[in-house]
């Protein structure tokens, strides 16, 4: 079983305010992404890190930032919460170690943000 | 750059019947190819993958085959069952500039007793 987590599963808030979604890993993984769910069920890659201090913009634009201050934690941030934010976000984590040709990704249970 | 084509869903079945998902790929060099699975509420998880071509992918009775000369991995199943409804991913990855994963628009598979 995948030992990445994420904090909250759910949450709903109003508009212009500042929320952090949580995600830390407890395997060493150097790589860590942030994925933007859409209700048709697309996977939008947002945000990735190869490693502690380094953050990437994915192929999908969002206003959310994301830090990499230790190698298991990554949180993404809203400044000012909108209502076209309301989504499910799942974050993830590969070993960038040795093999990289097959290296699966591991995710977390997702945060589902509902901004009214 | 890489893409992944998965058919539309939903595929909506009867229990024991036979499931084909089609996944199709474009990409350079030699990806591996891998199959996610989501159930509802959840996040994704790993459900089988291959690394070459030829390589035959299984697990929990589902399987598919790595195809380079027709780029496809289609997920195959003999006998679904209710609990298999979820969403299935095709994914890829390793040909890219940092191994990044590239997903397929995923497919919902209903199973109906």
């Known amino acids: 079983e995948a030992d990445i987590y994420q904090t909250p599963r759910y949450l709903v808030i109003g508009t212009g305010k500042k929320i952090t979604l949580e995600c830390s890993q407890t395997?060493?993984?150097?790589?860590m992404y942030w994925y933007q769910q859409d209700p048709g069920m697309e996977l939008h890659l947002i945000h990735y890190?190869?490693?502690?201090?380094?953050?990437e913009k994915g192929d999908l634009s969002s206003e959310s930032t994301v830090s990499r201050i230790r190698t298991e934690h990554f949180p993404l941030t809203l400044e000012s919460a909108r209502p076209s934010h309301t989504s499910q976000y799942l974050c993830?984590?590969?070993?960038?170690?040795?093999?990289?040709?097959?290296?699966?990704?591991?995710f977390g249970q997702g945060t589902r943000l509902t901004v009214v | 750059g890489d893409s992944v084509t998965q058919m539309e869903g939903p595929v909506t079945l009867s229990e024991e019947a036979f499931l084909t998902i089609n996944c199709t790929y474009t990409?350079?060099?030699?990806?591996?190819l891998f199959w996610y699975v989501q159930y509802p509420g959840e996040g994704l998880q790993l459900l089988l993958k291959?690394?070459?071509?030829?390589d035959k992918g299984s697990n929990k009775g589902f399987e598919a085959t790595y195809r380079k000369e027709t780029t496809s991995f289609h997920l195959e199943k003999g006998s679904v069952q209710v609990s298999d409804s979820a969403v299935y991913f095709c994914?890829?990855?390793?040909?890219?500039?940092?191994?990044?994963?590239?997903f397929g628009g995923g497919t919902r598979l209903m199973v109906k007793p």
């Open positions: 395997m060493g993984h150097d790589k």
């Open positions: 993830a984590s590969s070993d960038d170690r040795g093999n990289t040709m097959n290296t699966e990704a591991f």
């Open positions: 990409a350079t060099g030699y990806p591996s």
């Open positions: 890190s190869y490693g502690v201090n380094s953050t």
């Open positions: 291959a690394t070459k071509a030829d």
């Open positions: 994914a890829l990855s390793g040909s890219n500039a940092g191994n990044m994963l590239t």
